[in-house]
């Protein structure tokens, strides 16, 4: 299989037309925003109106919480690279069709053969049946499911949905638990980071 740079992918999905409903509604394919030759891959559901308009995967409010999140460990987004399951909107910001889900298969699949990260962080259900086969966030987050994709072992964590906290007047009893999660999610890094030199991570 060709194996493709991330800049390649990119230039390559922004014209899909796989979807058609997502074609006729969608303003721009959100491809990806971050550090290319990240090791860490946070995988969201699909673009908001926001993310749509202005091309960047979490950039309204769910984006500052994640941000937020990530800097509460010492991240950035610098740091890592985040994109969604979905490239396109879906309109009025439904749910993901199992569909579309499956005509963006093969982009999320080269995103990861490209990058290899060595830890993929799902958020919310969507991201994580997507890889992990698995529903049911709220059973499933906070915990580390070493994964094999492609052949290579991915330590993949499922986190709770930044919009959740949102949904529920910012309850700072979901925020406290999204931090631990954020936490673990450091200690898996640093984890990896040790087993291989920092330059090679």
Do not use: W
Request: charged share 25%; net charge positive.
């Amino acid at each position: 299989m060709e194996t493709k740079s991330l800049s390649e992918l990119r230039e390559k999905y922004k014209s899909c037309t796989r979807c058609s409903e997502l074609l006729n509604s969608r303003i721009q394919v959100v491809f990806g925003e971050g550090n290319s030759n990240a090791k860490v891959l946070f995988l969201g559901e699909a673009p908001g109106l926001s993310e749509a308009k202005q091309g960047v995967p979490f950039c309204g409010a769910s984006g500052k919480v994640l941000t937020e999140l990530l800097s509460s460990v010492g991240l950035s987004r610098e740091d890592v690279f985040i994109t969604n399951t979905l490239l396109c909107r879906p309109e009025n910001n439904r749910n993901p069709e199992k569909v579309e889900v499956e005509n963006c298969r093969e982009r999320l699949d080269k995103v990861i053969e490209v990058m290899q990260p060595a830890v993929i962080v799902t958020i919310g259900n969507f991201a994580t049946e997507r890889i992990l086969g698995k529903k049911g966030i709220t059973s499933l987050r906070g915990k580390v499911f070493p994964t094999f994709i492609a052949g290579r072992e991915v330590k993949v964590v499922p986190v709770i949905h930044p919009a959740n906290y949102l949904y529920n007047g910012r309850n700072p009893e979901i925020f406290a638990q999204m931090k631990r999660d954020f936490e673990m999610i450091a200690d898996v890094i640093d984890a990896k980071k040790k087993q291989k030199s920092l330059g090679e991570f």
